[in-house]
């Protein structure tokens, strides 16, 4: 079943929520400052391609950081943002990380063939509960070596609602090591999305040029600004256009 977090994390704000005070600090932000942090979101398995057609064209409009894309699709994706700014992504080895290093390999081989520029990539979630860690290292290194050969960057899929926090510290303490682009907290198929706890968590194990992907859950342009003041540089978002017209509207864009 497809991760729906209903309003954000506890502890995160929504709209009218505790992060009514980062509105008087709007200033320091632009709209470009936002929207480059949003990777537009079409993964649902019931989204038809009309649906992701619209879905490419709405991240066009406004001109977020990527859209992250069902594999099938990307190709046309691509297609469609060429001469933007808008990046073209997909999953590798989506949602449950359990296929094998050759076939994550071959999924992101293909993904680069199709134009993808950044690839969002499953742990194997059974192999890290197992402390099999360089198992993990491996699987890791195999996809990052192709993608950066590829002149694509790798953003590595933790899944965290079933791990614990030493497991995170370790996947942060590998992917700094590797030299991996992000780290990331959810799928959006486990049993939750991303945390506060956790954010911190990977920002304070993670080296400082490995950036955070904060998933599943972050509905409100509130939210948003409330993980960004504790070092998230990326969002995956499905609520793009409620996120975006309430940032719009703040600066007196709209």
């Not at 005070?21 to 019931?46: C, F, G």
């Not at 590797?178 to 506060?196: E, P, Q």
Request: proline fraction near 3%.
């Amino acid at each position: 079943m497809f991760y729906d977090p209903g309003p954000f994390i506890r502890g995160v704000a929504s709209e009218g929520g505790p992060a009514t005070s980062e509105r008087s600090k709007m200033s320091s932000y632009t709209y470009q400052d936002i929207a480059k942090m949003i990777d537009h979101s079409l993964l649902n398995p019931v989204m038809t391609d009309r649906e992701l057609e619209e879905g490419c064209q709405i991240a066009l409009k406004y001109d977020v950081a990527s859209v992250c894309i069902k594999p099938y699709y990307l190709k046309r994706c691509a297609e469609i943002l060429k001469g933007s700014t808008v990046k073209a992504s997909t999953t590798i080895g989506f949602p449950h990380g359990g296929h094998t290093t050759s076939i994550k390999v071959a999924e992101a081989m293909q993904a680069l063939q199709d134009g993808g520029e950044e690839l969002d990539m499953v742990v194997n979630i059974g192999k890290v509960l197992s402390e099999d860690w360089e198992y993990v290292r491996q699987d890791i290194e195999a996809v990052l070596r192709v993608t950066h050969e590829g002149g694509a960057i790798l953003k590595v899929i933790f899944e965290n609602c079933y791990l614990q926090d030493a497991h995170k510290i370790k996947l942060c303490e590998i992917c700094g090591e590797l030299g991996v682009d992000f780290v990331k907290t959810s799928t959006g198929y486990g049993t939750g999305g991303a945390t506060l706890a956790d954010l911190k968590l990977m920002r304070q194990y993670s080296p400082p040029q490995v950036r955070i992907k904060a998933a599943g859950g972050v509905r409100t342009f509130d939210a948003l600004l409330e993980v960004r003041e504790i070092g998230v540089s990326r969002v995956g978002a499905s609520r793009t256009v409620e996120i975006l017209d309430e940032c719009k509207k703040r600066l007196g864009l709209l």
